[in-house]
């Protein structure tokens, strides 16, 4: 038996069909093809994953900063989607309302009867001791199951108050995890927002950085090291971002995306509606933050901008040469795990990798095929004369910069040739023996530790705590464990610093787990 056959072994026939998509393990044979994403999660597993509004509130509307993301349900929804996510936020306009968490509060009688009342209420009371330009409502799993008109009550709102408000039915239950949430923010950003502004640009070069929700102050990194070469970032999708700013995200030459899990629907629709091109970046690790900025430049191909990005990524390494080979020197050939919602894992390999680290486990939670198999195709993309659906791709013949984002049997169905082509995906970053694992739960979690032994393991707050009681350290890459920031070259020596702190504290030596004290029981029942 394999690993990946030892991790389902012990699932009824039911569960092991439908996990057993979803578990790969990578061999000499190649690259497995594919992966079962994007699926219903099996009740009764302990699945890492969230809800819909934590996709849509929790995720990508509630770093807006002046914004009044408004809650509409009970208490707990608002809360928890605030009091969790780190959103960091500066406050130099004075209209920040990040450190407040609106909601409605929903009680037992608006259940009953109705809770429109409510709603008009809060906004009434936002609106009194706040005065926002824009206010976005949310609504939780029972506004959808009453019926409840967000949609009536924000038209009021725009009325009666002469604002922005912008209502999103992303109850909880829609879809099959955070992911429904994602699409229908950007749905609303791309409806009622984006494309709303006229201020004008003040640089030849400017970007959006889609996807960058600023957690440990990554968004601020990334903006600092974009201006030092020279562009304008006219708008974050949507770490420390505002409506002001993403009002006029429509005038910027080019969209940098981070996330692609969270956004990509808006890089689309915008390159659709506004002819903006878009391609992947990734901030996370040295080499590939260098990679990026390289790219950018290579994009708008001035020389002068080339020049300049030389100049900064020359600068940014000599000042963190000597702590990259401090670390590098102790965190080389430790191995890892990193299981992140629905980009950070394939980001955080790379990290990893820079200090010579070797990722043995990986998976998402809620990512799409594509985030595990994707192939990038750019650019000059030639397509062969017996292929049709190119309309579908939106490819046309005069596009400067083709992009496509795939997965690989749709590629090969195109009959798809490149000059350059290659996988932006997991996979191919996945080594022999390693296993890739889509939506893991805790069962899988404890085998995998079992089966492999990782040094450390990359994870959330949900199973922190059990992995820490195996033995192993455990780090959260979804709030940094309040640390941060982690993007380009300063943030991957604070990365690595605080893997180094975790793996080499004394405290693993006063930890022996329950197990290993306790005889553990195994039998097998009436004897059979
Ligand atoms: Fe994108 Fe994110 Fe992620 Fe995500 Fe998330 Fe997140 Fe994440 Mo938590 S938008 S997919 S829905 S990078 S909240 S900032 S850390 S699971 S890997
Ligand atoms: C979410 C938000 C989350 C949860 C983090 C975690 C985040 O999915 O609703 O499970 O540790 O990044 O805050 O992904």
Redesign the pocket.
């Known amino acids: 038996m394999n690993e990946r056959e030892k991790i389902l072994d012990k699932y009824s026939a039911k569960v092991f069909k439908n996990r057993k998509d979803h578990v790969v393990q990578f061999d000499n044979a190649g690259m497995p093809k594919e992966i079962a994403a994007n699926s219903r999660s099996i009740p009764g597993l302990m699945s890492n994953r969230g809800c819909c509004y934590a996709?849509c509130k929790?995720?990508v509307l509630g770093p807006l900063r002046d914004v009044v993301v408004l809650t509409h349900g009970p208490i707990g929804c608002g809360f928890y989607s605030w009091g969790t996510r780190r959103n960091k936020a500066k406050s130099e306009d004075g209209k920040s309302y990040i450190q407040y968490c609106f909601s409605t509060d929903m009680q037992e009688a608006d259940i009953v009867f109705g809770g429109e009342k409510k709603l008009r209420q809060a906004i009434e009371e936002a609106m009194e001791l706040f005065n926002p330009s824009c206010i976005m409502i949310c609504s939780t799993c029972p506004v959808g199951l009453i019926g409840d008109d967000i949609n009536a009550v924000a038209t009021w709102a725009e009325e009666k108050f002469n604002i922005k408000c912008v209502a999103y039915s992303c109850e909880g239950y829609k879809g099959v995890s955070?992911s429904a949430g994602?699409h229908i923010a950007n749905n609303g950003l791309m409806k009622s927002i984006i494309g709303t502004g006229d201020a004008p640009l003040t640089k030849k070069y400017s970007v959006n950085i889609l996807?960058e929700?600023n957690?440990g102050g990554d968004g601020w990194e990334t903006e600092r090291l974009l201006e030092k070469i020279g562009y304008e970032v006219v708008s974050i999708f949507t770490g420390d971002g505002s409506y002001e700013a993403i009002k006029n995200a429509h005038t910027a030459n080019l969209n940098l995306v981070q996330?692609h899990?969270?956004i990509n629907y808006i890089a689309e629709m915008m390159k659709t509606k506004y002819g903006i091109d878009w391609f992947k970046v990734n901030f996370i690790g040295i080499d590939e933050t260098i990679r990026s900025l390289r790219e950018i430049a290579a994009y708008f191909n001035d020389p002068t901008l080339i020049a300049n990005t030389e100049k900064v990524i020359a600068e940014e390494l000599e000042e963190v040469a000597e702590a990259r080979e401090y670390y590098k020197e102790k965190l080389h050939g430790k191995t890892a795990a990193v299981f992140?919602?629905?980009?950070?894992s394939h980001h955080y390999q790379m990290l990893l990798a820079d200090f010579g680290m070797k990722t043995i486990i990986a998976g998402y939670?809620f990512a799409h095929r594509d985030d595990y198999e994707g192939l990038e195709v750019r650019p000059n993309v030639k397509v062969d004369a017996d292929s049709r659906n190119i309309e579908e791709l939106t490819i046309t013949p005069d596009d400067k910069y083709y992009h496509l984002s795939i997965d690989k049997e749709r590629f090969d169905a195109l009959k798809l040739t490149t000059e350059l082509e290659y996988y932006k995906g997991m996979f191919k970053d996945m080594g022999d023996g390693t296993i890739a694992i889509d939506d893991f739960n805790h069962y899988e979690t404890e085998k995998l530790l079992e089966l492999f032994h990782p040094n450390i393991f990359y994870s959330?707050i949900k199973d922190k705590y059990m992995i820490q009681k195996s033995g192993t350290p455990s780090r959260q890459?979804?709030s940094y464990d309040y640390s941060g920031p982690y993007a380009g070259f300063k943030g991957a020596i604070k990365f690595a610093s605080d893997t180094y702190m975790s793996l080499f504290t004394p405290a693993w030596q006063y930890i022996t787990p329950p197990w290993r004290m306790q005889p553990t029981l195994e039998g097998k029942v009436g004897g059979a």
Request: proline share 0%.
């Open positions: 996709g929790g995720v955070q994602h996807g929700y957690i996330c899990r969270s992140v919602g629905g980009s950070r939670e959330g890459m979804h």
